[in-house]
């Protein structure tokens, strides 16, 4: 285990192959990254009071903040922070026991809060904040703070979330392959 990557309590990330995590960065306690994800610089990841789980090909870009909400009487299964496969995650966003789903672009400094759920399919623009509890629809875009419906995603734009996420698969590979 790197200083990057750190146990918590009993727990202990598991991380997929082909992982990129930079030595910057941290990764803690019950965190699961699947293949070919990519952490970049500055991302604090920290599972240590409920689990975040980020899908296969997914990245998180420079200076983001993932973390989670416990468990408790009043919400008995607290609020973990899913993110599904094909994810791009841009600049400085903060997600906070939120639910993604797969091909979502979450834009540079936007704020996911709390249950929120964003359906498959989604752009978030950057700067917005998707308030506790919202759910965003697939097929749309999302603009604001708080986040709005503004218009349907176009073909090109669908087609280029699966566009992004592999742009940083590939990216991920040449750093790899820089630093192996």
Same mark, same amino acid.
């Given at each position: 285990?790197?200083?990057?990557?750190? $146990?918590?309590? &009993?727990?202990?990330?598991?991380?997929?192959?082909?992982?990129?995590?930079?030595?910057?960065? /941290?990764?803690? =306690?019950? /965190?699961?990254?699947?293949?070919?994800?990519?952490?970049?610089?500055? /991302? $604090?990841?920290?599972?240590?009071?409920?689990?975040?789980?980020?899908?296969?090909?997914?990245?998180?870009?420079?200076?983001?903040?993932?973390?989670?909400? &416990?468990?408790?009487? &009043?919400?008995?299964?607290?609020?973990?922070?899913?993110?599904?496969? %094909?994810?791009?995650?841009?600049?400085?966003?903060?997600?906070?026991?939120?639910?993604?789903?797969?091909? /979502?672009? +979450?834009?540079?400094?936007?704020?996911?809060?709390?249950?929120?759920?964003?359906?498959?399919? +989604?752009?978030?623009?950057?700067?917005?904040?998707?308030?506790?509890?919202?759910?965003?629809?697939? =097929?749309?875009?999302?603009? =604001?703070?708080?986040?709005?419906?503004?218009?349907?995603?176009?073909?090109?734009?669908?087609?280029?979330?699966?566009?992004?996420? %592999? %742009?940083?698969?590939?990216?991920? %590979?040449?750093?790899? $392959?820089?630093?192996?």
């Amino acid at each position: 285990m790197t200083n990057a990557v750190r $146990a918590y309590l &009993h727990y202990t990330p598991n991380i997929g192959q082909r992982v990129m995590i930079d030595p910057s960065s /941290v990764v803690i =306690g019950n /965190v699961e990254l699947a293949d070919d994800v990519s952490i970049w610089p500055l /991302v $604090a990841i920290r599972g240590d009071v409920n689990a975040v789980r980020i899908g296969a090909r997914s990245n998180i870009q420079d200076g983001c903040v993932l973390h989670v909400t &416990h468990q408790s009487t &009043h919400n008995p299964a607290g609020y973990p922070l899913l993110i599904g496969e %094909n994810v791009t995650v841009g600049h400085k966003a903060i997600l906070h026991g939120c639910n993604i789903g797969n091909r /979502v672009l +979450v834009g540079m400094g936007a704020i996911l809060l709390d249950g929120a759920i964003i359906e498959d399919d +989604v752009m978030i623009g950057a700067g917005s904040m998707v308030t506790s509890g919202n759910r965003l629809e697939s =097929g749309y875009l999302y603009v =604001g703070s708080p986040a709005r419906q503004v218009r349907k995603l176009t073909p090109a734009e669908l087609e280029g979330l699966l566009y992004s996420a %592999n %742009n940083y698969v590939r990216w991920k %590979n040449e750093y790899l $392959a820089e630093n192996s």
